[in-house]
């Protein structure tokens, strides 16, 4: 199973609720950094010295926990998304299913390329509209320069029935979450 997680705590209620059974748990994170919330910034990146309590709960259950590079946001990106790449294209296109769906792809890639899963392997890959898992496909991974050939969503288990259509994300009136637990 692959789990996105900025700061953890998706991370370790999932290792809470499989302890005591087979399932390899891996956890692809977001590199130190912030994003915005109603009541300002919140950091993210599970390596950030905040979560360092969650981190410590993961890699004592044996968790591996990957901080990798998003394959589908093109450095165009930082530019204002000027000009199209086949990345960027990606990534949009992805986005149409909504945000959990498409980090959910994105994460279960990463954690093929860091080598935590097997090309070929079918697994759970689990992710988040903002803030905490609502998304949860059955994939065949793939290595990102295989995407086209070989990844395949198998079933989609769980997905939000509306996506976010504006940014931020917390004040789309569709989106569900809580982000109080995040300034505490």
Sequence with gaps: MVIASETGRSAVKAVEVFKGTKVKIVV?????????????????GLKHEKYANNLRKLLDNGVKIIQG??????????????????????????ELFGAGTKIAIEVAVIATDAGEIDEGEEIISCAGTFKGLDT?????????????????VREIIAKPSCRVKKFPEHTYKNWK????????
Aim: glycine share 8%; aromatic share 16%; charged share 20%.
């Design 177 to 184: 979450g809580d982000l109080d637990k995040y300034y505490e």
């Design 28 to 44: 692809v994170t977001h590199y130190p950094a912030t994003t915005w919330g109603p009541k300002g910034e919140i950091p993210i």
């Design 136 to 152: 949860a496909l059955l994939v065949k991974t793939a290595y990102s320069m295989n995407f086209f050939k070989e990844f395949e």
């Design 69 to 94: 590079t998003r394959p589908f946001v093109p450095p165009s990106r930082s530019i204002g998304w000027i000009y199209p790449t086949p990345e960027g294209i990606i990534d949009k296109t992805l």
